[in-house]
């Protein structure tokens, strides 16, 4: 499985980006794709996942200001963010589970930077 990021950029403070990821390669059996991001000095943290069925979960963090959705049939993976903060800059990171037969792997994608400063 190749995961493709792309959407960040510099946005000023209380601003806008979308992300996107596209899952390819062996991509039959991915079910939860999700969002993590890394600050400098910082752990990898997650940001938000999104099952097949469509249940989130989100970091406290983003709650209320960024939104994930997916398309399975495109094996897309969104992440709306609103209301951007300085805090919010980081490297964020697309990620997929896959579980078919014995595999339950995840994969990881390049990374795309955001970076929210005036």
């Known amino acids: 499985v190749q995961l493709q990021a792309s959407g960040g950029g510099l946005v000023q403070p209380g601003g806008s980006l979308r992300l996107s990821c596209v899952a390819s390669?062996?991509?039959?059996?991915?079910?939860?794709m999700g969002w993590y991001r890394q600050a400098p000095g910082k752990q990898r943290e997650l940001v938000a996942d999104?099952?097949?069925?469509?249940?989130?979960t989100y970091a406290d963090s983003v709650k209320r200001r960024f939104t994930i959705s997916r398309d399975n049939a495109k094996y897309t993976v969104y992440l709306q963010m609103n209301s951007l903060k300085p805090e919010d800059t980081a490297v964020y990171y697309c990620?997929?589970?896959?579980?078919?037969?014995?595999?339950?792997?995840?994969?990881w994608g390049k990374g795309t930077l955001v970076t929210v400063s005036s």
């Open positions: 999104i099952t097949r069925a469509g249940r989130t």
């Open positions: 990620n997929a589970r896959r579980v078919f037969l014995e595999e339950d792997k995840e994969y």
């Open positions: 390669g062996t991509t039959f059996g991915i079910t939860t």
